[in-house]
């Protein structure tokens, strides 16, 4: 008879304390003079919390995934302003163009209703010639990161650091085939990632309200 296996031990007991670990080892690397921006809306409390650590600006920017059905994984994301990025392994037939489509402007209609709900539609800090840092919760897929450092770029930031507490492996090897430097201190190996990265972890719509509560505080 098999034993029932144990719940997972999470990575980190809270996500502020995960922030400041997070802020500590930006700053080792030389990241001081920097703005981090967390995404919405997993990124935002970490963000917030390794920007305390490190003294650096904070602001949060808006992002969300485009998907070709609800239970299925995202194929790309949206961010700010930018244009849509998209998983280059994603090969659409002619059956999924109009659907993608779809998809596209979904995500686009999200992020213009999140831009008031997050940041009451005023722009973001300033970026011009400085390093953005795009932070996030936890990178399972790395298209809502990689949507940001688009935007980031397009804002004038001179260079894009992403940094994260957990990654899958699979999104960090994305992320460093683009040539954007990782700050992550723990990489697992699922491909779906850690179940319960922290353990104070509050579901998805109370955490949505508490990244939304943070996003003004910044202003």
């Known amino acids: 008879m098999t034993s029932p296996s144990k719940p997972r031990t999470s990575l ?13 080892q930006l700053a080792s690397r030389g990241y001081q003079s920097c703005v981090l921006l967390g995404v919405t ?11 305390t650590a490190m003294g650096a600006q904070f602001d949060v920017i808006v992002a969300a995934f485009i998907r070709l ?12 302003a930018a244009d849509a990025e998209i ?16 998809a596209i402007d979904e995500s686009r209609a999200r ?4 831009l008031i709900l997050y940041r009451t ?25 990689l949507a940001a450092a ?10 894009v650091v992403v940094a994260t507490p957990v990654a899958t492996e699979p999104a960090a090897e994305r992320i460093r085939a683009r040539h954007y430097p990782l700050v992550c201190p723990s990489i697992v ?20 309200l508490k990244s939304i509560m943070i996003a003004h505080q910044a202003a």
């Open 41 to 51: 809306p997993e990124g935002v409390e970490v963000a917030a919390h390794a920007a």
């Open 87 to 102: 998983d280059p392994d994603f090969q659409p037939g002619g059956n999924l163009i109009d659907k993608l489509a779809s």
């Open 189 to 208: 190996m699922e491909p779906d990632g850690h179940p319960m990265p922290y353990a104070d972890s509050v579901g998805e719509a109370p955490e949505r």
């Open 12 to 24: 980190y007991p809270t996500k502020s304390g995960a922030g400041a670990i997070l802020g500590q």
């Open 150 to 159: 688009k935007a980031a770029e397009q804002q004038g930031a001179r260079d």
């Open 121 to 145: 539609q005023r722009p973001l800090k300033s970026l011009a010639g400085r390093t953005a840092v795009i932070v996030d919760g936890q990178l399972i897929y790395p298209w809502k990161v």
């Open 69 to 80: 059905g609800s239970n299925l994984a995202p194929i790309g994301a949206m961010a700010e």
């Open 111 to 114: 992020v213009r209703q999140d």
